[in-house]
């Protein structure tokens, strides 16, 4: 079954400082999708990023990054020089072909920035 | 493109009225999706539709739930009659396509529901 992991339901930093998020994963599939999702205190979702299993290239957008690694599972988020405005719940999920391509998330990370 | 618009954005209610969350996908998106958002069990999916026609509903919590997909741009999640434990944020989101995960969901501003 597939299966997404946030460990961090919680993290406090000080404006400036890098922050990385954590996302592990499960899935029988070989071939399925990541993708990152912003939630600020306005409620909406936003996306951020998607990423192909067969696409290992970490990517960067910004301030953001994100590292894919295969052999670990994992999808981790990075900001750099973190902002208020980061503030939000940042969610992690996963769609693969066994759960019929729907998307599965994980519990979410709230990032508080302060000043 | 509006992107996917839903209404109300905010509703107050007292248990068992009935109560009728709709949603507009954006245009050309063949997939919808309804999730509910609480503090207990985060995001999940209720039911999607590909086409209009109802996919999967084992999401849907109890015969309280139902929903409907009567055209293409326009879907409606009814409870009736509505509970306490009902109180969470209502999503609706679209898509293109059902046969593969690539295609990003594009959510809504969600429907904040509060059942006294």
């Known amino acids: 079954a597939q299966k997404v992991t946030q460990a961090q339901t919680e993290i406090s930093v000080v404006e400036k400082e890098d922050v990385t998020l954590d996302c592990v994963y499960e899935t029988r599939d070989t071939t399925y999708y990541l993708f990152w999702y912003k939630q600020p205190p306005s409620g909406e979702l936003v996306f951020l990023i998607r990423r192909n299993s067969f696409d290992e290239q970490n990517e960067i957008s910004g301030r953001y990054s994100w590292n894919f690694q295969k052999s670990t599972s994992s999808f981790n988020f990075t900001i750099t020089a973190s902002q208020v405005v980061d503030s939000a719940v940042y969610f992690c999920?996963?769609?693969?072909?066994?759960?019929?391509?729907?998307?599965?998330f994980g519990g979410g990370t709230r990032l508080m920035v302060k000043p | 493109d509006a992107g996917v618009i839903q209404s109300p954005r905010h509703e107050v209610t007292e248990m068992g009225q009935e109560v009728t969350l709709r949603c507009k996908p954006i245009?050309?998106?063949?997939?919808l999706f309804w999730y509910r958002q609480t503090m207990m069990r985060g995001l999940e999916l209720l039911i999607y539709f590909n086409n209009n026609v109802p996919i999967d509903d084992s999401g849907m919590p109890e015969d309280r739930f139902s929903a409907k997909m009567p055209n293409a741009s326009f879907s409606t999640l009814k409870i009736q009659p509505s509970e306490p434990r009902d109180s969470a944020v209502y999503f609706c989101a679209s898509k293109f396509g059902l046969e593969t995960g690539a295609n990003v969901l594009t959510f809504g501003a969600g429907s904040r529901l509060t059942v006294l």
């Open positions: 999920a996963l769609s693969d072909q066994n759960a019929g391509n729907m998307l599965t």
């Open positions: 245009s050309g998106h063949n997939s």
